[in-house]
């Protein structure tokens, strides 16, 4: 096995994705390559230094900065507050049926007036022998 062959089986067993046989085949180079075994010693002695260090706070100003930097939305500010969209929900459904309730009331209003009308044409179109008269009687 040559050096750089060595080096790579040295990367991948540091990251545990070493096979067993190829565990082997490095272990017998380094037996015989004094200098792969100063570079694995020098990559564990890294790996371990790296494991020790510990994530370092985050500055207190850093949740302020990242969230004025944040682009605008095209929602209006007040939906973003839940209690106000729901009230403007409320609303808009209150509305549509106030709406609805008002076409329903002009509707009910043109259609009576309307009924009159066609009980009127039926009694010049038929005059009394029309079967209306017999129905009111
Ligand atoms: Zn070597």
């Given at each position: 096995m040559r050096c750089k062959t060595a080096a790579r089986l040295i990367s991948l067993k540091l990251d545990n994705e070493l096979s067993a046989s190829k565990n082997v085949a490095l272990q017998e180079h380094l037996e015989r390559c004094p200098s792969c075994r100063q570079v694995l010693a020098s990559a564990q002695a890294l790996q371990s230094e790296l494991q020790e260090l510990k994530t370092p706070a985050y500055p207190e100003y850093l949740h302020y900065r990242i969230l004025s930097n944040l682009p605008r939305t095209?929602?209006?500010?007040?939906?973003?507050?839940p209690k106000l969209a729901y009230l403007a929900a409320s609303l808009a459904i209150m509305l549509s049926l106030l709406a609805g309730t008002w076409v329903g009331i002009k509707g009910y209003e043109g259609s009576n007036a309307y009924a009159q009308n066609l009980e009127e044409d039926i009694y010049i179109s038929?005059?009394?022998?029309?079967?209306m008269e017999l129905f009111d009687e």
């Amino acid at each position: 096995m040559r050096c750089k062959t060595a080096a790579r089986l040295i990367s991948l067993k540091l990251d545990n994705e070493l096979s067993a046989s190829k565990n082997v085949a490095l272990q017998e180079h380094l037996e015989r390559c004094p200098s792969c075994r100063q570079v694995l010693a020098s990559a564990q002695a890294l790996q371990s230094e790296l494991q020790e260090l510990k994530t370092p706070a985050y500055p207190e100003y850093l949740h302020y900065r990242i969230l004025s930097n944040l682009p605008r939305t095209s929602k209006p500010r007040w939906l973003h507050q839940p209690k106000l969209a729901y009230l403007a929900a409320s609303l808009a459904i209150m509305l549509s049926l106030l709406a609805g309730t008002w076409v329903g009331i002009k509707g009910y209003e043109g259609s009576n007036a309307y009924a009159q009308n066609l009980e009127e044409d039926i009694y010049i179109s038929f005059g009394n022998n029309s079967l209306m008269e017999l129905f009111d009687e």
